[in-house]
T-cell receptor, first 114, second 117 residues
């Protein structure tokens, strides 16, 4: 079974600074997709960014970008110019191309200090 | 646009009681799923469905039943509640495929906090 590992249970960053959240995954498949989800204190899960494994270019969404290292099976999330509203749990997730099952990591709690 | 609606938001049960968590979506999504979220464990898939009449097990299906009689609804049944089922439950839905490509973009409900005493 595929596994997703987030090795940082908690991270903190100063407002306006940059932070990187780590994620590694284990798979033998070549067709898969990776995601970062955000869960603020409201508990509502929100998709932040998505990466297709067949694409070499790293995905970017405004202040959020990923560093996708396919050979190393690493998928880190970089948040630039951190804002107070970025404080949340962040979950890395994996989806095999032929599957419907999204597998989540255990999450990283991000604190943004003013 | 209601999105994904879960009821109830909070529930307290006694060991051995049964209950159903309701989930409804109005986005015509084929895919629906139930996750449970526990501290330090992330989200774990309980059951999922890729369309009406089709369900399958996820990582932690024991103690839970589901059915999918319509596209809109995907209830989760606890047959005999146990304290280990104390958790926050999320229902999520999505388009299974867009142009043949899985989307992976799940739309989540607000969660249901269940406590089993």
């Amino acid at each position: 079974a595929q596994t997703v590992t987030q090795s940082q249970p908690e991270m903190s960053v100063q407002e306006a600074e940059t932070v990187t959240l780590s994620c590694t995954y284990d798979t033998s498949e070549s067709d898969y997709y990776l995601f970062w989800y955000k869960q603020p204190p409201s508990r509502q899960m929100i998709l932040v960014i998505r990466q297709e494994a067949y694409k070499q270019q790293n995905a970017t969404e405004n202040r959020f970008s990923v560093n996708f290292q396919k050979a190393a099976k690493s998928f880190s999330l970089k948040i630039s110019d951190s804002q107070l509203g970025d404080a949340a749990m962040y979950f890395c997730a994996y989806l095999e191309g032929g599957s419907e099952k999204l597998v989540f990591g255990k999450g990283t709690k991000l604190t943004v200090n003013p | 646009n209601a999105g994904v609606t879960q009821t109830p938001k909070f529930q307290v049960l006694k060991t051995g009681q049964s209950m159903t968590l309701q989930c409804a979506q109005d986005m015509n999504h084929e895919y629906m799923s139930w996750y449970r979220q526990d501290p330090g464990m992330g989200l774990r898939l309980i059951h999922y469905s890729v369309g009406a009449g089709i369900t399958d097990q996820g990582e932690v299906p024991n103690g839970y039943n589901v059915s999918r009689s319509t596209t809109e609804d995907f209830p989760l049944r606890l047959l005999s509640a146990a304290p280990s089922q104390t958790s926050v439950y999320f229902c999520a839905s999505s388009y299974s495929r867009l142009a043949g490509v899985p989307t992976g973009e799940l739309f989540f409900g607000e969660g249901s906090r269940l406590t089993v005493l």
